[in-house]
């Protein structure tokens, strides 16, 4: 009697100690349900105010709470990324790949993929190389990686791998032709530099198969013919470009006239070159032309040149090009020569500053030509024509 009476008066205990553990359970999900869009709002907030580091704190919070947020995850592995912090987002990489709340390998793939984006950010090229090749296997993310290799070989100057890399990519969307071609123009370069000719022609013959509008395969095809001293050979070659881009022609005049005066044919090289400009008078030949003109010419001429060149290009480079050719007379008075040197040098120094290459996709800007954009790596982007 005693035990019955025992049960009665226990039992609902339990039951009540059940429902309060209940409702303070309920409360707590309730408060952190409640807690996790705050954390992640402030994280979206302190990104749009380039707090990043406020940011991957917020985050971490939040996954420290909720580790099954996969995707949250490899959101502040990339936030780790994009601040430098490769180290960071190596670890917690490495540490996701392990995680219990990793089911499938399509998951464990894409966590690879960022894994392997971290190594080539880090420097440690072998080690993401590595990774891209085990995922050329997968359904979802092999293009991706093949895309990522592509990226290393160009890194490594590694151009036959970058090759082939390039060919199981393209499709009907994107061939990459302009690539394929630059592509076998680089190993021409290191086979003219080795003077492997025999390389060279067949390297420039497949750069113009892929993409017959390459100029650079045509530049590369002129050298060739010029060092084998066949100049007339070389000058053909070089005359194409013109029709290709004619941007390109300032990176080749130099070397048409050199031809023309191995060929003690000097005449026809300045009506050649002079031609060019009246064409296009927007390309930056001013320099190169009054020169040779001074040279093998006469002042005159060479004054009657900039004047009209100034009319169309009015630059600072013309400009000082001018005055040097007034400076240049025997006649000009020794009291306006100082003032004169002076004028010269400030406007050659102006062009100086403000002359330079760009790309026309990122706007990056150098004193050096590049055909591979060091910015956005664009081939073919750095517009040829040096101007202010």
Same mark, same amino acid.
């Given at each position: 009697?005693?035990?019955?009476?025992?049960?009665?008066?226990?039992?609902?205990?339990?039951?009540?100690?059940?429902?309060?553990?209940?409702?303070?359970?309920?409360?707590?999900?309730?408060?952190?349900?409640?807690?996790?869009?705050?954390?992640?709002?402030?994280?979206?907030?302190?990104?749009?105010?380039?707090?990043?580091?406020?940011?991957?704190?917020?985050?971490?919070?939040?996954?420290?709470?909720?580790?099954?947020?996969?995707?949250?995850?490899?959101?502040?592995?990339?936030?780790?990324?994009?601040?430098?912090?490769?180290?960071?987002?190596?670890?917690?990489?490495?540490?996701?790949?392990?995680? &219990?709340?990793?089911?499938?390998?399509?998951?464990?793939?894409?966590?690879?993929?960022?894994?392997?984006?971290?190594? &080539?950010?880090?420097?440690?090229?072998?080690?993401?190389?590595?990774?891209?090749?085990?995922?050329?296997?997968?359904?979802?993310?092999?293009?991706?990686?093949?895309?990522?290799?592509?990226?290393?070989?160009?890194q490594d100057k590694n151009w036959l791998y970058a090759i082939e890399t390039a060919k199981k990519l393209s499709n009907s969307n994107y061939n990459f032709h302009t690539e394929l071609a630059q592509f076998n123009c680089e190993l021409a370069q290191e086979a003219l530099i080795k003077s492997d000719n025999d390389s060279v022609i067949?390297?420039?013959?497949?750069?113009?198969?892929?993409?017959?509008?390459?100029?650079?395969?045509?530049?590369?095809?002129?050298?060739?013919?010029?060092?084998?001293? &066949?100049?007339?050979?070389?000058?053909?070659?070089? &005359?194409?470009?013109?029709?290709?881009?004619?941007?390109?022609?300032?990176?080749?005049?130099?070397?048409?006239f050199d031809a023309y005066t191995r060929l003690n044919k000097i005449k026809e090289g300045l009506t050649l070159i002079k031609g060019y400009t009246k064409l296009y008078p927007k390309l930056n030949?001013?320099?190169?032309?009054?020169?040779?003109?001074?040279?093998?010419?006469?002042?005159?001429?060479?004054?009657?040149?900039?004047?009209?060149?100034?009319?169309?290009?009015?630059?600072?480079?013309?400009?000082?090009?001018?005055?040097?050719?007034?400076?240049?007379?025997?006649?000009?008075?020794?009291?306006?020569?100082?003032?004169?040197?002076?004028?010269?040098?400030?406007?050659?120094? !102006?062009?100086?500053?403000?002359?330079?290459?760009?790309?026309?996709?990122?706007?990056?800007?150098?004193?050096?030509?590049?055909?591979?954009?060091?910015?956005?790596?664009?081939?073919?982007?750095?517009?040829?024509? !040096?101007?202010?």
């Open positions: 009697m005693n035990l019955i009476v025992l049960w009665l008066l226990v039992t609902p205990l339990f039951f009540a100690f059940g429902w309060i553990a209940g409702r303070i359970d309920m409360k707590t999900v309730v408060k952190d349900a409640k807690r996790l869009p705050k954390r992640l709002y402030d994280s979206i907030d302190s990104l749009i105010e380039h707090k990043t580091g406020i940011a991957c704190d917020n985050i971490r919070d939040v996954i420290e709470q909720e580790p099954q947020l996969t995707e949250l995850q490899l959101s502040l592995g990339k936030l780790y990324r994009n601040r430098g912090e490769n180290d960071l987002a190596i670890k917690l990489h490495n540490k996701l790949l392990n995680s &219990q709340f990793i089911f499938s390998n399509d998951e464990r793939d894409l966590i690879r993929l960022e894994l392997a984006r971290d190594f &080539q950010n880090a420097g440690l090229i072998d080690r993401s190389e590595s990774l891209l090749l085990k995922l050329l296997d997968s359904e979802l993310y092999s293009n991706r990686a093949q895309e990522l290799l592509l990226d290393i070989y160009q067949k390297y420039i013959t497949q750069a113009l198969e892929i993409n017959r509008k390459c100029v650079r395969a045509n530049m590369l095809l002129g050298e060739l013919f010029f060092n084998q001293e &066949q100049y007339e050979k070389a000058i053909a070659t070089w &005359q194409l470009i013109e029709k290709q881009n004619y941007l390109y022609l300032p990176k080749v005049v130099d070397k048409i030949l001013c320099d190169f032309l009054y020169s040779k003109l001074s040279t093998y010419d006469n002042l005159d001429s060479a004054l009657e040149y900039l004047r009209d060149t100034i009319r169309n290009q009015p630059t600072s480079k013309v400009a000082s090009l001018m005055i040097d050719s007034y400076i240049s007379r025997a006649d000009l008075s020794p009291e306006i020569r100082p003032d004169a040197e002076l004028i010269k040098n400030i406007l050659s120094k !102006y062009h100086e500053q403000l002359a330079n290459y760009r790309c026309g996709r990122c706007n990056f800007k150098s004193k050096t030509f590049f055909w591979q954009c060091p910015a956005c790596y664009e081939w073919e982007s750095i517009n040829p024509n !040096y101007v202010e």
